[in-house]
């Protein structure tokens, strides 16, 4: 089991995830993103409950999850521009980022299309008996799809080491949660395959952090999956292309309840950092991000040949 995290880290890495969203999109070729900001909590929460056996699968929305995990800005940066020292070659971008080694197993861009993917990559760790557990994000849109109680059914029967973790950001696309899924907390979802669940609060990094912990511990004695659901903010529209239809009474309302102001003031206010210390955090992050650009902006294109390269 991982050590409780440093909070200072905590802070720091959903900085990196904001300032990181906010220079990618002034990125004059930043292409379609779906960004993470007000859900940078539950992706940080996550990956601090998971140690270097585990595995992180993510939906479409992949950047904070990414670098939560630990793949390094300017590899993520040079992957979203479709630069080939990304992970993937830039062939993969946002929708398909994949970095193993990292222990980020990879995004699907299809709606639920990381679930059954996952119940694969949790019976492989769970063969191989090195304790490793599998943790993989979706979105609240994803609990009317097929896939998701097939997976939950199967990972019950076989006691898989898989934390099913829904970011309940309340929108799918625009449609509320509400007039998408009947059961009243998402969670509910896995009562009927007798799964451990809970639902806490997204915007609270610590509470994310605990009930994963505690999912990990569980999963990793061999007492099979977990079902998380944190329910989050979205502080902008569904994507890079999507029209905002929450009015901005509802936006301001939301962004009321920052994961960083709200982590930041508690750690001012019990003295484990104050202004100046913020300031240098602050500071560090951007350079950070300033560097990813640069490696980015100076990094070649792939040529017309590798269209066809790692095609079978």
């Known amino acids: 089991m991982p050590d409780r995290p440093d909070p200072v880290d905590l802070l720091r890495s959903m900085l990196l995830i904001r300032k990181f969203e906010e220079a990618l999109a002034f990125q004059p070729d930043r292409g379609f993103q779906l960004l993470s900001s007000g859900e940078e909590a539950v992706a940080v929460g996550v990956c601090a409950a998971l140690d270097d056996r585990d595995q992180l699968l993510s939906s479409g929305r992949s950047i904070g999850p990414a670098l939560a995990r630990g793949i390094e800005p300017h590899l993520v940066m040079a992957e979203l521009l479709g630069k080939i020292s990304g992970p993937n070659r830039g062939k993969g971008g946002r929708g398909h980022l994949a970095s193993p080694d990292d222990g980020f197993f990879g995004a699907h861009a299809v709606v639920g299309g990381n679930l059954s993917i996952a119940a694969g990559v949790s019976l492989a760790a769970q063969l191989e008996g090195r304790g490793a557990v599998v943790a993989c994000i979706f979105g609240d849109g994803a609990c009317g799809a097929g896939a998701l109680h097939e997976t939950l059914n199967i990972a019950a029967l076989w006691k898989l080491p898989l934390i099913f973790v829904c970011d309940n950001n309340g929108f799918s696309i625009s449609t509320p949660?509400?007039?998408?899924?009947?059961?009243?907390?998402?969670?509910?979802?896995?009562?009927p395959f007798?799964?451990?669940?809970?639902?806490?609060?997204?915007?609270?990094?610590f509470a994310v952090y605990e009930a994963a912990r505690e999912f990990a511990d569980v999963a990793r004695r061999g007492d099979g999956p977990g079902f998380l659901e944190c329910r989050s903010e979205r502080f902008a529209s569904h994507s890079t292309s999507t029209r905002e239809t929450r009015s901005n009474e509802e936006l301001a309302a939301a962004r009321e309840r920052c994961p960083i102001l709200h982590l930041g003031a508690r750690l001012e206010a019990d003295g484990t950092l104050d202004a100046a210390g913020r300031s240098a955090l602050e500071k560090d992050v951007e350079e950070l991000v300033s560097r990813a650009i640069?490696?980015?902006?100076?990094?070649?294109?792939?040529?017309?040949?590798?269209?066809?390269?790692?095609?079978v």
Not at 177 to 190: C, I, Q, T, Y
């Open 194 to 205: 007798g799964i451990p669940r809970r639902t806490v609060d997204g915007m609270d990094v």
């Open 177 to 191: 949660v509400a007039r998408g899924v009947a059961a009243e907390r998402l969670s509910d979802l896995a009562i």
């Open 294 to 311: 640069r490696f980015s902006g100076e990094a070649p294109r792939p040529s017309p040949d590798d269209a066809l390269s790692d095609v």
